[in-house]
């Protein structure tokens, strides 16, 4: 095996790591060092970061198993260069794939990507396209993006953009947020997800994890994912919230099981 059990107590080591995307903005990241070929590649949320707990969390259990991981900030979020993009889930894939491409070129794989929120759906847009990873890990995707869109704009929200050129979505304290154009919709529904997922390859590897509590992206969105994905596996945490507040460790424990028996799969395949 290329990758160390937890019994053997694996020293890592954490370094900054900076990877220019295809349009030359630097994409910063963390890489948690095994020292293991296999590289798991975390992926943040809207408007979060490489620093959100959940991926933290993420990455203390994948490196106990020995396996080296890689968190990173998408163009425009935490220390990556980039204006934003809002609605351009394309472009933000194609992060995604500088990473890849980035450790190949250094003689490691990307065995998995994860990715939550947002992330998720990107990591799967990036699996449809490219078809190059084997684990694949969606926490709590979106799949119905323009239902998403209708909750965080409200009713009659295509009319508003219409006759105003834009919605502004607000804090609690009224400051604008973020700034939805036309043209960022238009970006938005563009992205078709069932189609997206039928392209996903059969031999990819699929976990699906959501939280029984997720108000934001709820278990339909799971139906709809399990629907198109053909190799999937559906795993529902009883109680848990978007961000899995008091779920952090079953989680991790589910990931991680996933993830270490792709890997055992893959090296068997290689015998």
């Given at each position: 095996?290329?990758?160390?059990?937890?019994?053997?107590?694996?020293?890592?080591?954490?370094?900054?790591v900076?990877?220019?995307?295809?349009?030359?903005e630097?994409?910063?990241?963390?890489?948690?060092?095994?020292?293991?070929?296999?590289?798991?590649?975390?992926?943040?949320?809207?408007?979060?970061?490489?620093?959100?707990?959940?991926?933290?969390?993420?990455?203390?259990?994948?490196?106990?198993?020995?396996?080296?991981?890689?968190?990173f900030?998408?163009?425009?979020?935490?220390?990556?260069?980039?204006?934003?993009?809002?609605?351009?889930?394309?472009?933000?894939?194609?992060?995604?794939?500088?990473?890849?491409?980035?450790?190949?070129?250094?003689?490691?794989?990307?065995?998995?990507?994860?990715?939550?929120?947002?992330?998720?759906?990107?990591?799967?847009?990036?699996a449809?396209?490219?078809?190059?990873?084997?684990?694949?890990?969606?926490?709590?995707?979106?799949?119905?993006l323009?239902?998403?869109?209708?909750?965080?704009?409200?009713?009659?929200?295509?009319?508003?953009?219409?006759?105003?050129?834009?919605?502004?979505?607000?804090?609690?304290?009224?400051?604008?947020?973020?700034?939805?154009?036309?043209?960022?919709?238009?970006n938005?529904?563009?992205?078709?997800?069932?189609?997206?997922?039928?392209?996903?390859?059969?031999?990819?590897?699929?976990?699906m994890?959501?939280?029984?509590?997720?108000?934001?992206?709820?278990?339909?969105?799971?139906?709809?994912?399990?629907?198109?994905?053909?190799?999937?596996?559906?795993?529902?945490?009883e109680?848990?919230d978007?961000?899995?507040?008091?779920?952090?460790?079953?989680?991790?424990?589910?990931?991680?099981?996933?993830?270490?028996?792709?890997?055992?799969?893959?090296?068997?395949?290689?015998?």
């Amino acid at each position: 095996m290329s990758y160390s059990h937890s019994a053997q107590n694996p020293v890592i080591e954490q370094r900054r790591v900076i990877i220019p995307n295809k349009h030359g903005e630097k994409l910063v990241g963390l890489l948690h060092e095994a020292k293991s070929k296999e590289i798991v590649v975390l992926c943040h949320g809207f408007k979060s970061s490489k620093d959100d707990n959940l991926l933290v969390n993420l990455a203390a259990a994948l490196e106990k198993e020995g396996i080296s991981v890689f968190r990173f900030d998408f163009s425009a979020h935490g220390e990556s260069e980039g204006s934003s993009r809002l609605g351009d889930f394309y472009r933000e894939a194609d992060d995604i794939r500088a990473v890849v491409q980035h450790f190949s070129g250094e003689n490691r794989t990307v065995s998995a990507i994860l990715g939550h929120s947002k992330g998720a759906s990107l990591v799967l847009l990036y699996a449809s396209k490219y078809q190059d990873i084997g684990i694949v890990v969606n926490v709590s995707g979106r799949y119905d993006l323009l239902r998403g869109i209708a909750v965080g704009l409200g009713a009659n929200f295509m009319e508003k953009i219409k006759e105003d050129g834009y919605i502004d979505i607000k804090d609690k304290k009224g400051r604008v947020q973020v700034r939805v154009t036309e043209e960022v919709l238009m970006n938005i529904l563009r992205v078709d997800m069932r189609e997206a997922c039928r392209k996903i390859s059969k031999d990819c590897r699929v976990l699906m994890v959501y939280g029984s509590a997720d108000k934001m992206n709820p278990l339909e969105d799971a139906l709809g994912f399990a629907k198109n994905i053909r190799n999937h596996q559906l795993q529902i945490i009883e109680g848990a919230d978007h961000v899995y507040s008091s779920h952090q460790t079953e989680l991790a424990s589910i990931v991680v099981k996933f993830i270490m028996a792709g890997l055992k799969q893959d090296e068997i395949a290689r015998l």
